[in-house]
Structure formats: structure tokens, C-alpha cells
């Protein structure tokens, strides 16, 4: 009986080298199933597999004529591991290799003659032919040390029988898996990539395909490839000419060399001999990857087009690689012949085109289908008018056919005409003469006329013009219209004929240019505006050269650039397109110019003044920092002058106080100035406006010694403005005088003055005794951009933006400028009426005015203490402030006051000692890290605590819009850093006694009722 799935152990092992070998298993996993099989032998002593060296191994080792396998011993574990190679020699009977069959050996304990290598120790040895078609691919050993080895014959020949049926199915495997990655390959190539010439990317993918790639193991694995194609391939004897490898892919280094001496002496050959060369490389060549170069000459149809060079490694030189690569060899001789003919066609269809190109007349070449296949340079001009037509080819571009260019209602009619032309054409009878008309879509009425058509040939058709309708209306009257329509024109047009001659221009043209009416009028050529303007040009060989050029072949529309030097120096644009006739014949040329000079300088000044905002938000940042410090000089200055006061005083205390009270001026005047905010009219005194304006500008005017004289009318009325706007007008005018007077050297002086101008107005004078400004220029000083400084000298915006803010102030100005030199500019401003008076005094206006002291104002009142307020004595106030010697500064003269003062660096611990302490009030600076003041603010709203009605905020930054924005919108009182110590003790007992009124007066109404309820 029986069991399934159970068979001896014998008969699995001996069929192990067939299952294996259905599986799918590789050279050396054979080689080991079929020594398992040996060993299981009892009377062999050592065993050992070798077979010839597989046609796909690349080692060179593997090349050398040995056969390579494995050896198994008995009584070692370990054998040499050169036994794994088998020389073809004695002691390897040669009878093996003759026959073909099996060969035992007995050698003799006393024999003279030593056993080396894999029969040392053998006393029996058993040789078994691995054979296939009377082939030997490997051979079997059997070794024993004395046991005979006949009842092991049936096994390993046995054995050595499935490993040749194994190496055959191998072999089998590797041809049809070689065939169809060869018939895959041509597949590929003859499918042409999108967008890619079909011959080009053949090619292309035919050198890639002789490369061993990591993804492609099927590949002849080349180390290099290389087609080449022969310069003039219709030449059939002689020695072949040069060889353009174009088409190449591997290791560079080899294709380099393949085109020089000594390497190239292989494919010159081969394509003398027209045969298939091949050689090795030099011995002395330094790279070693290859070991075989073989050219194959590529011929179609007889004729020799080129050469394909490969370099084979050592594991690729076989007679199966050289097949396939002749297989490729003969598409790649298919594909150049595919590529010169379509070179060929190429040329043809160029050189057709080069006709047409010189055809004036619009004729359209049609095939048999009537579809458009060319046109010439007349019908592309009379499509590219319309934008129906960007190239020399019709493809993509034009309708497909003929009738689809014409409008709706004459389609039919055409297609009907046009078909039987076709018809009566292909049958050899001649088209009728019959020439319809018809409108294109552009509007152009045209009549179509067949050319007689030359056999083999494309059908030709010839746009004519249509017969135009006499309109009655003489010429003149057209050419008195054309001239209007020119002169309404802001650019400078100038209207040129076919033969080069003025036929029109304007007198804008004539302003660019320079010239004078009767100038004008004698320039009748292109000749003549180049005589007469290549002068003014900054390079006049070129401006005369380009202009030449531009008459001569314009086909489309130009535009350029034109770099003028004189009258003044300017930059043009000209713009030129040709004139052409209802059916695109050339009648002329129109040119348009415009003056981009105002342009260009607008891009370079805005440049220019994105600059000068980037430095005001620096100045911005640096006096909103400097804010702090200077608040504690200010404020330690003033209480040291105040004690030293009552001791006697202090000069030096003095001076501190007022040098730091003028620095706080104009540190508040750079933040005026620096911020964008939105200009707001009040009473502003012009007087004030001019000191803070001189104060500003002091330093830079001693700088230069430049003497300031400065006379203001005490009684001057108040003018309602905005202070900011004034300023920069009066700073303006202040810089330009000091520039002025620089021109001429250091010294000078300007003189500022103010009185009163009539009827409510007011006047203001800014006056220099520099070169003053020239007569011819001052009507143009106020224009934006103007300038007459070098370049990178102010911006040209100066003057403009004063005249600007006078006007928007209903204001005037005037300059007055002698001949004997010296310039005075007059400002001139309408005084605030009543009525402006009493908006701007209005309480609402009283809070939200920001007050800008004159340096000293407060340096007498700053030596008296002002007497606490009573009602403000123990009041507990809690200040939050970042800055420690701010913070310290407001408690040191609140508690001088008799407050009781808590002192807190950062907003949310101060957050936090609110909800839990009661305060009178709250001191907060603005801007702090972390939580801000506005941000305190509003959480103490959001809570509900009590201290939003008893706050008092200090900031650096009132002068910003959203800083002022909050303060008003909240009724908010603040003090502006840096501030004085009674303005400090002021606000914080207006604040308090605000806060006090209203507890005053509930406690008197309840008074009143216990006095009434008795």
C-alpha cells in the first residue's frame, strides 16, 4: 500500500534537480540540488558538479576555458575553494570529451605520476558527461578512497540527465525571453513619441536600447552605442566622409574617443568594407570596461548611410549578441533613411515657401481636398491685419479650408464653386472662368480667381480686390481730413508712401522733434528727417541706421526705444506699422512717437520716495524709543532744579532742564512728522509753526553758516490749518533755500518773515540771497519731478507738494526772482473766521489738541513747586510701566504729591493686582510688551472694575493714527512723552478731581433726604 505525499527518500531526492528546475531555479541552486543527490550516495568519498560558464556571466574570471562548480568530501566540511574550478587537462580523461560517455578511473597506491587538485586521496574516480545535442555543458565526479563505485553509475548519470535537460530549458528560456524583449524593442521604436520627429526618436531609443539597463536585464548590454550618419550618404565610392554621431548613449569617455584616432580606424572600415568590423581595443588603452568594439555598416536600398558603433564587455561578446545587435542595426539604417527623406521633404517645402515669401500678391495653395496647404507673403499680410495669422504657416492657425475664411452667407456659395474647380480640374478639362466675390471676415470684399494649375501640382488661388464704389468725394477733402484727425492726437505721428516720402505729420511730432513749421515744411523724404534728427540722437550712426532699416523691411508691427540728447535730453518710443490695401498690398508705413521722459523719471523719483518713507519709519522708531530716556532726564532735571532752588539754584540744572525740555520739542516734531496721519484743521499759529520749523532745521543751517533772520508779527490772526502740513511746507521751502545758497559756497541768509496781507489774510516769506532761479525755468519749478540738481540730489517733489498743501488751505504762491539774484517765496493764507474759532475752542477740540511748547516756555515756572492738592493726598495709584526709570520718575513725584504708589513692570501681573487692591488711579504707558495698554484697557472693561473710569495713559506714540484713534474714541486723558512734572501732577489731579465731583454730589443728595425724612 501506498500513502500519497510520502515517497522514499531516494526517489525525492533524485527528482529534486527536475522540480527545481521547473521552479525556475537559477545556475548555482541547480548545481546544489543536484550535489544533494550525490551525497546520498554511501560509497562516495567526494562528489563534485561543474559546468561550462554561463553565456550571460560578465566576470572575466568565468571566461577563462574552466569549467566552475561545487566539490562535497566526506570526511571535510571545508574544501579548497579552488576545486570549484575544473581545467579541460589531464588528469580529466580525454575520452570524456571524445565520446561523450561515461569514464571510471583506478589509480594505483605506488604511482609515480602525484594526483593533484580535486582527485588527491582518490583511489576510484568516476566521470559522468553532463551532454546535451552531443554537446558537453558539464561533467560529474564520483570519488572513493577504496569502496567501488559501480552501483553509483545509475545515480549520477541519472543525475547528469536532468541537470542537461535543466540547461537546455535554460537556454530555451533565455532565447525566447532575448526574442521578445528584441521584438518589444521594435515594437517601441516604430511607435513615434508625440511631439518628437518619428525618425529622430528611433534613433534616440535604438542607442538607449543597446545599453544594459538596471530595469532592462534582457538588454545585449553594451557598454556605449553610437549612430552616426554619413554627411553625404549618396556618394558610393571612395573613402568614406566624415560621420556625424549624433545619436549616441553609454560611457562618454568611449564615444569621445570613438571619433578619433586610433578607435575610429574600426567604423572607417567597416564602412569601406560594408561589412560587419570587429577588434579589441589597444592594450595600452586605459579604460578596461570593454573588450570588443564591432561597428556594422547601416545601407538601405544600396545605398550607405552611416555606421553604428558598440562596445561590448566581456560577458556580451557572443554570437546571440551580435544578432541582436544587427537586428538593431538594420532599423537604424531604416530610420536614417526615414530621416533624409524627411529632410528632403523638409527642404522642399521650404524652398516652396521661400517662393511664396516673395510673392506679393495673397494667393492660397490648396490640395485635391481644398484644404489650404501654403501662402504667400501677400495673403499673410492681409490676415495678419486682422489677427487671423501669426506665422508663415497656415496649419492651426487658419481655417482648414478655403470657405471657412469668408463670412456665413458666402460659405456655401464658395464650396460649391470651389468643388467644382476640383472636379473639372482632376479631370483634366480646365476650370471655368468664373470669379466670384465674397466678404472675408474682416470686412474685406475680395474676388477669387483660379491660377491655371501645372499637373502634380497643389491648386492655386488668387485673392484680387474688389472693384471699389466711387464715393464722388474729391481727394483733397480726404487729405484735409487726415490731417485734422493727426492734429487731434496727443502722440507724434509721421505718415510715410511706399517710395519713403512724408506724406503727413503733425505738429505734436514737430514739438518732440524740435523742428519749426517751416522747417516742417521742407522735409519731403526719410532722408530728410534723418539729415535733420540723427544729430539730436545720443548715438546718430545707429538712430540713422535703424531708422533705414525699419523702412526697408517691416512686416508687422514695431516698437523701440529712442535715446535724444538735444534740444533736451528725452526718451521716445516710436511705434510703426505698415499701411496696406484692402487685399494687403503695401502703400506705406505710419510711425507714432511718444515722449516716455516723465514716465522714467516717475519710476526713478518713486523709488526715490519709497526710500524716504522707509527712513521716516526708521526716524519714527528711533524717537519713539528715545522717548523714554528722555522723559527721565526731563523729569529728574526739573525736580533736581527745584530743590537746588530753594538752596541757592543751579545754573548747570537750569541748562540740563532746558536743553532736555528742546529735545522733547523735537522729538515730538519728528513723530509729528514721520507719521502718516490724517491731516485734521485747527487754529494753528503761524508764528509757532515757523519756530518749530527753524528749530528743526538748526542744526544743518549752522552746519552750513547760514545765517536764519526771523521776523514775525505778534499780532498775527490764527489760521485754520493743519499744523503737520504747514510745517512740511515751510520745511520744504527752507531746504531749497539752504541748497541754494550751497550752490554758491558755505555762508549766506535766509530770511523768514510773517505780517498781515489785506483783508483776513496773512503772509509768510521765505527769502535767500543765493544764484535765485532762472527766468526760463519758473514756470516749471512747481511741476512734480522737476529738478534742476544732479541726479541723486533731492527727488522733484519738494515744491510740488507746497504747492499742493497751499492750495488745499485756499491758499496762494508766488516766487520772486531778480536777474541780480536771490529768490523769495511768498506763502499766502486766508486767517480763521469766527466761526472756525469757536468749532476749534470747543471743549471736544480743547481735549483732543496736542500742545507743542516752545523750548523754555516752562523753565521759570519749572523753579516753583506747585502746591499738593489736598483732596489727592493718600490716594493710592497704581502705575504700569515697562521703562523702570519712567516708572520710578512717576512714583518719586506722586509720592512727593502724597500719593501712595504701587509700581508694576508688566501688564498682566498689573491686571492681576487690580482685581485684587483698590485703587484712585490707574497710570499706564501705551506701548509695552507682552499686554499693552490698550489691551489693559479693555480687559478692565470687559470685568467691569472700576478703574476704566480712573485712567490715565502716558505714550511716546500720540502722534500715531491708531493711538489717537483709541484715546478719542474712549474719551481717554494721556500725557505725551516726554512731559514735564507739572504736567504730569496737573492731569493726575484733573483726573482725581474729576473722579471726586461725582462722589461730592451724591453725598450732598443724600443729605438732603435724611434732613427731609427727619
Same mark, same amino acid.
Given at each position: ?11 525525492s531526492r ?13 545556475r548555482?541552486?541547480?548545481?546544489r ?10 560509497h ?25 562548480g ?10 579548497p ?15 570524456l570529451?571524445l565520446?561523450?560517455?561515461a569514464?571510471?578511473?583506478?589509480f594505483?597506491?605506488?604511482s609515480?605520476?602525484?594526483?593533484i ?8 574516480a568516476?566521470?559522468?558527461p ?13 570519488g572513493s578512497k ?24 535554460q537556454?530555451q ?12 524593442l ?8 508625440p ?13 538607449a ?9 534582457d538588454?545585449?548590454?553594451a ?9 553625404d ?15 549616441r548613449?553609454?560611457?562618454?569617455a ?19 568594407a ?6 579589441d ?13 564591432v ?9 550607405l548611410l552611416?555606421?553604428l ?14 544578432d ?10 531604416v530610420?536614417?533613411?526615414s ?8 527642404q ?7 517662393l511664396l515669401?516673395?510673392m ?5 495653395l490648396l490640395d ?17 491685419r ?17 470657405p ?9 456659395r ?8 476640383l472636379?473639372?480640374s ?14 472675408l471676415?474682416?470686412?474685406v ?16 488661388v488668387?485673392?484680387q ?24 492726437l ?6 510715410f ?7 503727413a505729420?503733425?505738429?505734436r511730432f ?20 534723418i539729415?535733420?534728427?540723427?544729430g ?6 545707429r538712430f540713422?541706421e535703424?531708422w ?7 512686416e ?14 528725452r526718451i ?8 496696406l ?9 505710419v510711425e ?51 530743590? @537746588? ?7 548747570? &540744572? +537750569?541748562?540740563?532742564?532746558? #536743553?532736555a525740555?528742546?529735545? /522733547? !520739542? %523735537? ?13 485734521e ?16 532745521q538748526?542744526f544743518?543751517l ?25 510745517? @512740511? ?7 531749497? &533755500? +539752504?541748497q541754494a545758497?550751497? #550752490?554758491?559756497?558755505p555762508? /549766506? !541768509? %535766509?530770511?523768514?518773515?510773517t ?22 525755468i519758473?514756470?516749471r ?6 529738478t ?16 499742493s ?6 491758499? @496762494?504762491v ?8 536771490g529768490?523769495?517765496?511768498q506763502?499766502e ?19 483732543r ?6 523750548p ?9 513747586r ?9 490716594a ?5 510701566e515697562d ?20 509700581v508694576l ?17 490707574v ?7 507682552g499686554?499693552?495698554g490698550q ?10 472694575n472700576?478703574?476704566?473710569?480712573r485712567?490715565?495713559?502716558v ?5 500715531g493714527?491708531?493711538t ?7 474719551r481717554?486723558?494721556?500725557v ?5 512734572v ?8 484733573a ?10 454730589a ?13
Open positions: 500500500m501506498r500513502v500519497w505525499g510520502k515517497k522514499p527518500e531516494e526517489e533524485v527528482c529534486s534537480v527536475a522540480r527545481a528546475a521547473l521552479a525556475g531555479a537559477s548555482e541552486e541547480l548545481l540540488e543536484a550535489l544533494g543527490s550525490l551525497t546520498q550516495d554511501q562516495a568519498d567526494r562528489a563534485g558538479i561543474w559546468l561550462e560558464p554561463d553565456a550571460s556571466a560578465e566576470s572575466a574570471k568565468e571566461l577563462s576555458g574552466a569549467f566552475h561545487l566539490v562535497w568530501d566526506r570526511n571535510h566540511s571545508d574544501t575553494r579552488e576545486w570549484r574550478n575544473l581545467s579541460v587537462e589531464p588528469p580529466l580523461p580525454e575520452e570529451w565520446t561523450g560517455r569514464v571510471e578511473q583506478e594505483a597506491a605506488s609515480a605520476k602525484p594526483l587538485g580535486q582527485l588527491v586521496g582518490l583511489r576510484r568516476l566521470w559522468i553532463v551532454a546535451s545535442r552531443n554537446l558537453v555543458k558539464g561533467v560529474i565526479l564520483l577504496g569502496r567501488p563505485l559501480a552501483s553509483s553509475r545509475g545515480r549520477a548519470e541519472s543525475v547528469a540527465a536532468e541537470l542537461a535537460l535543466a540547461l537546455e530549458l537556454d528560456l533565455r532565447f525566447n525571453r532575448t526574442r521578445n524583449a528584441d521584438l518589444a521594435v515594437r517601441r521604436l516604430l511607435e513615434p513619441s511631439g518628437v520627429p518619428s525618425s529622430e526618436s528611433l534613433l534616440s531609443n535604438l542607442v536600447g543597446c545599453i544594459r539597463q538596471a530595469a532592462d536585464r538588454g545585449p548590454g557598454a556605449f552605442a553610437m549612430i552616426g550618419m554619413l554627411q550618404p549618396g556618394e558610393n565610392s571612395g573613402p568614406p566622409s566624415h560621420v556625424d554621431f549624433r545619436w548613449n553609454g560611457e562618454d568611449w564615444t569621445r574617443a570613438m571619433e578619433n584616432e586610433p578607435l575610429s580606424r574600426v567604423w572607417r572600415r567597416a564602412l569601406e560594408r561589412q560587419v568590423i570587429g577588434s581595443p589597444p592594450v595600452t588603452w586605459p579604460q578596461t570596461s570593454v573588450t570588443r568594439i561597428a556594422f555598416p547601416l545601407e538601405a536600398q544600396g545605398q552611416g555606421a558603433v558598440v562596445g561590448l564587455p566581456g560577458g556580451a561578446t557572443s554570437l546571440a549578441t551580435l541582436r545587435l544587427e537586428l538593431r542595426a538594420r532599423v537604424a539604417a530610420a536614417l533613411q530621416r533624409k527623406r524627411e529632410e528632403n521633404e523638409s522642399r517645402a521650404r524652398s516652396q515657401q521661400e515669401d516673395l506679393s500678391d495673397p494667393v492660397l485635391d481636398a481644398g484644404k489650404i496647404m501654403a501662402l504667400t507673403q501677400g495673403a499673410r499680410n492681409l490676415f495678419q486682422v489677427g487671423q495669422t501669426g506665422g508663415s504657416s497656415p496649419a492651426g492657425i487658419l481655417p482648414s479650408h478655403l471657412d475664411l469668408f463670412c456665413g452667407r458666402d460659405r456655401i464658395l464650396q460649391k464653386w470651389l468643388q467644382q474647380s472636379d473639372l482632376a479631370s483634366g478639362n480646365g476650370a471655368e472662368e468664373e470669379t466670384p466675390q465674397a466678404e471676415q474682416n470686412g470684399c475680395v474676388q477669387l480667381r483660379l491660377v491655371p494649375r501645372v499637373p502634380g501640382q497643389p491648386l492655386a488668387l485673392l480686390a474688389a472693384p471699389a464704389v466711387e464715393s464722388g468725394r474729391p481727394p483733397e477733402h480726404a487729405e484735409a481730413e487726415l490731417q485734422n484727425v493727426l492734429e487731434w496727443e502722440e507724434g505721428v509721421v505718415l508712401d511706399s517710395q519713403e516720402n512724408v506724406r505729420m503733425n505738429t514737430q514739438q518732440i522733434a524740435g523742428l519749426s513749421p517751416g522747417e516742417s515744411g521742407k522735409i519731403k523724404t526719410l532722408e530728410g528727417l539729415a535733420r534728427l540723427e539730436q540722437a545720443a548715438e546718430p550712426g540713422a535703424r533705414r532699416a525699419l523702412a526697408r523691411g517691416i508687422s508691427g514695431v516698437r523701440e526705444e529712442l535715446q535724444m540728447v538735444r534740444p533736451a535730453p521716445l518710443e516710436r511705434a510703426a506699422r505698415p499701411v490695401d484692402p487685399i494687403g498690398r503695401h502703400l506705406g508705413r507714432i512717437y511718444r515722449d516716455l521722459t516723465a514716465q522714467r523719471v516717475f519710476h526713478s523719483k518713486l523709488l526715490q520716495t519709497e526710500k524716504l518713507a522707509a527712513l521716516g519709519q526708521m526716524v519714527s522708531g528711533i524717537a519713539h524709543e528715545l522717548s523714554n530716556p528722555l522723559t527721565s532726564i526731563l523729569g529728574y532735571a526739573q525736580r533736581l532744579l527745584v530743590r @537746588q532752588d530753594t538752596s541757592g539754584g543751579s545754573e548747570e &540744572a +537750569r541748562r540740563i532742564y532746558q #536743553e525740555e528742546r529735545a /522733547g !520739542t %523735537i522729538l515730538r516734531q519728528l513723530l509729528l512728522n514721520a507719521r502718516e496721519t490724517i491731516p484743521r485747527r487754529l494753528v499759529s503761524l508764528n509757532q509753526i515757523v519756530m518749530r520749523a527753524t528749530e528743526l538748526r544743518g549752522a552746519a552750513e553758516k547760514i545765517r536764519v533772520e526771523i521776523d514775525l508779527d505778534p499780532a498775527l490772526p490764527f489760521v485754520h490749518a493743519d499744523a503737520g502740513q504747514l510745517q @512740511q511746507v515751510l520745511i520744504n521751502l527752507l531746504s531749497n &533755500a +539752504r545758497l550751497e #550752490e554758491q559756497g555762508g /549766506g !541768509t %535766509i530770511r523768514l518773515r505780517r498781515r496781507a489785506g483783508h483776513r489774510r496773512v503772509l509768510l516769506e521765505v527769502e535767500d540771497n543765493g544764484p535765485g532761479v532762472p527766468q526760463a519758473q514756470a519749478i512747481f511741476d512734480p519731478f522737476f534742476t540738481k544732479p541726479a541723486g540730489v533731492g527727488t522733484g517733489l519738494g515744491l510740488s507738494i507746497v504747492l498743501v497751499v492750495r488745499e488751505h485756499g491758499g @496762494q508766488h516766487i520772486q526772482s531778480p536777474p541780480q539774484g529768490a523769495r517765496f506763502i493764507l486766508p486767517a480763521a473766521s469766527e466761526r472756525q474759532k469757536e468749532e476749534t475752542l470747543s471743549p471736544v477740540s480743547r481735549e489738541e496736542i500742545s507743542f511748547p516752545e523754555g516756555q516752562f523753565a521759570d515756572s519749572a523753579i516753583r506747585p502746591a499738593p492738592f489736598e483732596s489727592s493726598k493718600g493710592r495709584v497704581l502705575v504700569v521703562e523702570p526709570t519712567v516708572a520710578r520718575l512717576i512714583a518719586d513725584v506722586l509720592e512727593d504729591e502724597g500719593m501712595r504708589v504701587d513692570l508688566d501688564g498682566r501681573e498689573a491686571l492681576d493686582m487690580a482685581a485684587r487692591q483698590t485703587y484712585e488711579l497710570i499706564c504707558d501705551m506701548k509695552m510688551p499686554l499693552d489691551h489693559f484697557y479693555k480687559s478692565l472693561e470687559r470685568t467691569g472700576q478703574l476704566r473710569e485712567f490715565l495713559f505714550t511716546g506714540d500720540v502722534m493714527a491708531q489717537r484713534e483709541f484715546l478719542e474714541r474712549n481717554l486723558p494721556h505725551a512723552k516726554p512731559f514735564r507739572e504736567e504730569l501732577t496737573e492731569k493726575v489731579h483726573v482725581l478731581h474729576m473722579q471726586a465731583r461725582p462722589e461730592s451724591a453725598a450732598a443728595v443724600s443729605r438732603k433726604n435724611a434732613a427731609r425724612n427727619g
